[in-house]
């Protein structure tokens, strides 16, 4: 069993930063592929980032490419997302997930690739 914890959503204007967090418990997490997903009112829940286990190969939405920066800290079990020039647009429950699949480049988009998914933070972007 794995659990995802998300933390470090909030209000924010536009033009600014803010660091998200994904701790995880329960599975060896330095092996396994974590990526981050969105879901703004009305929407379906889209991908925004991916990270694969220890060799630390990234993919990103267009939408995202060049202001947001995934990374992780596998001997704290923990995967950050860095958003800077922050949009209006970016507002959304942001969650993060943990696939038990091997990482594929152009594939880790796919919400089913995921099996385990946290209960999202949610950040606020004003104008």
């Known amino acids: 069993q794995v659990q995802l914890v998300e933390s470090g959503g909030g209000l924010v204007q536009a033009g600014g930063s803010l660091r998200l967090s994904c701790a995880a418990s329960?599975?060896?997490?330095?092996?396994?592929?974590i990526g981050w997903f969105r879901q703004a009112p009305g929407k379906e829940r889209e991908f925004v980032a991916a990270?694969?286990?220890?060799?630390?190969?990234?993919d990103y939405a267009n939408s995202v490419r060049g202001r947001f920066t995934i990374f992780r800290d596998n001997a704290e079990n923990t995967v950050f997302l860095q958003m800077n020039s922050l949009k209006p647009e970016d507002t959304a429950v942001y969650s993060c997930a943990l696939s038990p699949t091997r990482w594929a480049m152009g594939l880790m988009t796919s919400r089913s690739r995921y099996t385990y998914w946290g209960q999202g933070t949610r950040v606020t972007v004003s104008a």
């Open positions: 990270i694969s286990g220890s060799i630390g190969y990234t």
């Open positions: 329960g599975r060896t997490f330095s092996n396994y592929p």
